[in-house]
Every structure is written in C-alpha cells, then in structure tokens.
C-alpha cells in the first residue's frame, strides 16, 4: 500500500488509518475517483471567506456514481471516524463555496451522478440526481420539446435544482419558492440505509413526485440545511410553459424610494397579480453584473461616494432600485394584469416602466428577464468583479414585506458597511409575505486589511440585526455556529438530539448549520 502522506488529515484520525480508508475508497471507487494530490484538491478549496485557504482544507476528495457507492462511502467513514462534506453540482459561491466546514474532512462530490430520471410533461413533475445541473435539465427540456420551465437561483446555469433546493435557494418565477416545490427525497442515511421521503416509502407508489406528505410525520424539511443525510434523489415540480411570458422593469431614481416600492409591490403580490418572486436591486447589484467595476470610478480606499453612486445610475440609465417583474399567462390575461400594474404605479405617482421593447437585449436587463422567463445563464458572476479580489459573503437576513422593514434594514446594512470602508451592494427578493434582503459584502482578499475590515463588518451585521429580531436564513460555513446560537438554545438542543439519534459518530458534515456532536455543549 502506497503512503498518501498527506498534509491535512480529518481531526483525531492517523496517518495509518487514513491511508487504510483511502485504499479502501480506491477499491470502492476506482483510483480515478479519489483525489488526493494538492492540484486535484485544488477545486475545493477555493475560498471566498476572510480566511486562510488552509483553515478549510480538505483531506481527499471522493467522487461516487451510484447510491450503492454512496452507501460504501458511508461506511468506511463509519468504520474509521472520518467525516464527508457533500456537494453536488455548484460551488455555493456567496455562502463559503464547496470547502468543507471542518480543515481535514474529505469531500464526497456527487457531480457524476447526473442522470435525469424521469419528467413527467403531463404532471410537470421531474426526479433527478443530484449532480444534473439546471443547464442540463434545461437542455433536456428543450430538447423533447417539452411545454415546462424551471426556476432557479442566479447564476443558474452550473448550479443544480438538488443542491439549491437543500439549501432552500429562491429563483425568479412564480415557483420560485424551491423547497415548497420539491416532493419526494430519497437519501443514504448514517448508517447505510436508504430513506424515501413522503410517498416513497410504498413499494411500486406511483405518487412519490405528485403528493407531498405520505403518512404520519413529514419529515423532508428535516433534511435541508442539516447533515443528517445524503440526497440522492429529489422530486420536484416544474411549471407550465405560458403562452404569454411579459418580463418588465420598474426604476425608481431615489434610495429613500425603498419603503414606497414595497407598498407598491406587495399587494399585487398577494393577489398573484404579478406572480414571480420580484427582486428589487439596487444600483451597484446591477451595475456591477453589467460589467461595472469601482476602478472605472474611483481608487480611492473605503465606500464608494453617493456622488459616484448618482454618476454610474445616470451613465449607465439605471434606476437607485430596479424592480423586476413578469406576468404569466394568456394573451388575455397578461393584458388584464398589465393594466392593473400599469394602474396602480401611476397611482404611486413615481416609477418608470419599462419593457422587452425598449430595453430588450441590454443588460442587465436581459439576465434578468431570462432568469423570470425560466432560462438559465452565468450573468450574476459579475458581482465579483465590483471590487475584485475574490471576497464574497452573502448577508442574507429575512424581513416583512413591509416598506418600513425593508427601510430599516437597508439602512442600518448601509451604515455598517460603510463604517468598515465597504459598499451596500444588495437586493430584495419579494416572496408572498416575506423578503429575502440579499447583501454581498464584496472586498479584496489580496489586501490584508480589507480582510480583517470584511470580517469584523460580517460579524457586527450579525450582531446588529439580531439585536433588531432579523436573523439570515442562510450562512456561509465560517459563521455557521455563530448563527445557529441566534435561533435559541431548544432548536439546538434538538438538532443534536436528532444528530445523535442518525449519525451518533458524527461522520456526515459535521459544523453544516452548527450541528456538530463534537462542538455543542448544550
């Protein structure tokens, strides 16, 4: 046996038995499939975090192509105490990449099981694996000409329905809630054992991806944003294609416009008059994905001036917010709901409409009326390009759909960001009651201070918005306890309770949403 004589190895585990294990994934996987060298790990362990690369670094990447695999990588790491880090399609870019939480853990990449199972055009019903991609299913799609469409995060196309959906991810359609469209989960317990959810649990059930709730406690929710298994397969519902799709902008020219434009929104909203989830963005989230960089404005060190800020939305015809609608439907439909929107903005008195017809094909406009009319791209991306530097971390907290929330927050991110010399870059995304306040705090890795000034701003937006009652809904992996401990010490207790019961030696991702046998104290 060949000594891997790695530089990283999982917490508490030997050389000697690690390289045991890594034979024994080699006879399970095939050599191609395990991954140890530093240029084959390299992949998983980019990080966008203001951290040291090394702090996450996995020990071995493994790469599996059936359930049955699945089931063997679980028990060699049983048999040895390693923990895995699941990933499926993407990198989770924003919320800490695909680097395990723990420095050492192995990663268990599911990309190759990429086999759309079943679609069912009649249902609108699909079942996939988790590394088909949204680009892929897509294709498929279109292909078979097939009458159905998919919603899906931003940037869409590498990224997987599987893999968004367990991190409860949000699109742009009017399913663009993911986690209430899934039905059906199939996963590879702690202990070897494959679990249906819902109706998959009845032999020869035709109603697996249709009825979401089987018999007795519905326990799918149970699996998202937790570590107590591996999904392998996912139902989930697509929506008919509608013969009429009308993407269109709202800008409205002033910051202090927030709180208007969501008492604008909301109601239609409510009453499904506009039925997509709705995003409202502000100016440097556009002007960023529309190849923007703060270099074309400035040098100069700290947050972006409101001067240059007026300047870049009046060059490049953006609004201060920019509001992103569609509606949905039949010729007829679309008119009548048109009319109702057209209506009541003219009542607000302040907005300007704008349509396919005058901007169409000019960004950022186009991303985003692909994205609200099911077609994937890679756009978003540009984000990363506002500052430069390769720092990333998405500050997601949930507000009311209320202006005066929206208000709030908007402000009081504003403010800290700009106390740590970093810019508001940041959207709102209307589900029917809710909002999901999306912020990336953007800053230069390769400059030391800007790193140290980007984590001191996360953890006082943490710690600031928790003292208002707003908490995030998802967290990259270098904040993940801190924000587990802000949603009570009973919910902790029962995540490790469940934790303890399915995977009592602590072998699936351990850390994943603060759930950790080995960390919690409580």
Not at 10 to 21: L, M, V
Not at 131 to 148: F, K
Not at 237 to 259: A, G, H, N, T
Request: hydrophobic share 35%; charged share 20%.
């Amino acid at each position: 046996m060949t000594t891997q004589n790695n530089k990283v190895l999982p917490k508490g585990i030997t050389q000697a038995d690690f390289d045991k294990a890594i034979s024994e994934f080699r006879s399970l996987l095939g050599n191609d499939n395990v991954l140890t060298e530093e240029a084959q790990l390299k992949p998983y362990n980019k990080i966008m975090m203001p951290v040291e690369d090394a702090a996450h670094a996995p020990s071995a990447a493994v790469t599996a192509t059936t359930v049955e695999q699945v089931q063997g990588v679980v028990a060699i790491c049983n048999k040895y105490k390693i923990p895995v880090w699941t990933i499926s399609t993407g990198r989770n870019f924003g919320y800490g990449s695909a680097a395990p939480h723990h420095r050492g853990q192995i990663i268990l990449d599911l990309q190759k099981m990429n086999k759309i199972l079943h679609v069912d055009a009649d249902l609108g019903t699909a079942l996939v694996e988790p590394g088909v991609t949204y680009q892929q299913l897509y294709d498929y799609l279109e292909d078979n000409n097939i009458p159905l469409m998919l919603s899906f995060s931003a940037p869409s196309a590498i990224a997987g329905p599987l893999g968004n959906t367990m991190d409860r991810g949000v699109g742009y359609t009017p399913y663009g809630e993911h986690f209430m469209m899934q039905c059906g989960m199939e996963l590879v317990l702690a202990n070897g054992e494959v679990y249906r959810t819902g109706m998959g649990g009845v032999e020869g059930d035709k109603a697996w991806q249709v009825f979401k709730w089987g018999y007795g406690p519905t326990l799918d929710g149970m699996f998202t944003q937790a570590n107590y298994g591996i999904c392998t397969k996912m139902g989930f519902w697509l929506m008919p294609k509608p013969p009429v799709i009308k993407p269109f902008e709202i800008q409205f020219d002033e910051d202090s416009d927030i709180s208007e434009i969501v008492e604008f929104i909301r109601p239609l909203r409510l009453a499904q008059i506009i039925p997509n989830s709705v995003v409202i963005a502000g100016v440097l989230w556009e002007a960023s994905t529309a190849g923007v960089r703060r270099s074309d404005y400035t040098t100069e060190p700290g947050a972006t001036s409101e001067a240059i800020l007026k300047q870049i939305q009046q060059e490049h015809k953006l609004g201060a917010w920019n509001v992103y609608c569609a509606l949905y439907g039949t010729k007829e439909q679309v008119e009548v709901n048109w009319n109702i929107v057209t209506g009541a903005l003219k009542q607000l008195g302040k907005g300007r409409i704008l349509t396919e017809e005058d901007v169409g094909g000019t960004e950022p406009f186009n991303y985003r009326a692909q994205l609200m009319s099911g077609i994937p791209n890679l756009r978003e991306f540009g984000l990363y390009n506002w500052r430069g530097g390769g720092g990333s971390m998405w500050f997601a907290p949930v507000s009311q759909a209320k202006g005066s929330e929206c208000d709030k927050q908007k402000k009081l991110a504003t403010k800290i960001l700009n106390k740590h010399g970093l810019d508001y870059v940041g959207e709102f995304i209307v589900g029917w009651r809710d909002m999901h306040h999306v912020i990336d705090v953007l800053y230069d890795r390769t400059d030391p201070d800007e790193v140290k000034r980007a984590d001191a701003c996360f953890n006082e937006l943490l710690d600031e918005f928790e003292k208002e009652g707003y908490a995030v809904y998802r967290v990259n992996t270098r904040f993940m306890e801190r924000v587990a401990d802000s949603y009570g010490p009973v919910k902790r207790r029962l995540e490790h309770t469940l934790k303890r019961a399915l995977d009592p030696n602590n072998i699936l991702a351990p850390g994943k949403s603060g759930i950790d046998l080995d960390t919690f104290k409580g």
